[in-house]
């Protein structure tokens, strides 16, 4: 079973860039498709984007397209979150999730489909 860690979250104005950190441990991480997916309050959480086990499959979310950019460094077993041109809607807690039962070449944006998940990190961007 693998265990999820979120890092890097914080505050950033309007315009600015964070990159979000999710390290794996107790699994073949090269072996899950990784997503990573937000929850502002009182709203429903959210696809932001996903990655497939080799990392040559993504997808994104409407909100973030042009945005944002997923990416894997399986040597390091992590997940990570590049996050620019940030808008006070970004605000959310991100949530870093694995999936072992996908295809491998899946980067799937169902919520329902991961099986793990992290904490959470708080990201919040100030206009």
């Known amino acids: 079973q693998v265990q999820l860690v979120e890092s890097g979250g914080g505050l950033v104005q309007a315009g600015g860039s964070l990159r979000l950190s999710c390290a794996a441990s107790g699994g073949t991480f090269s072996r899950y498709v990784m997503g990573w997916f937000r929850q502002a309050p009182g709203k429903e959480r959210e696809f932001v984007a996903a990655i497939s086990w080799s990392g040559g499959s993504t997808s994104y979310g409407d909100s973030v397209k042009g945005r944002f950019t997923i990416s894997r460094d399986n040597a390091k077993n992590t997940v990570y979150l590049q996050m620019n041109r940030l808008k006070p809607e970004d605000t959310a807690v991100y949530y870093c999730?694995?999936?072992?039962?996908?295809?491998?070449?899946?980067?799937?944006?169902?919520?329902?489909?991961?099986?793990?998940w992290g904490q959470g990190t708080q990201v919040t961007v100030s206009s």
């Open positions: 999730a694995a999936d072992r039962t996908l295809a491998p070449s899946s980067a799937s944006g169902f919520i329902n489909a991961y099986d793990y």
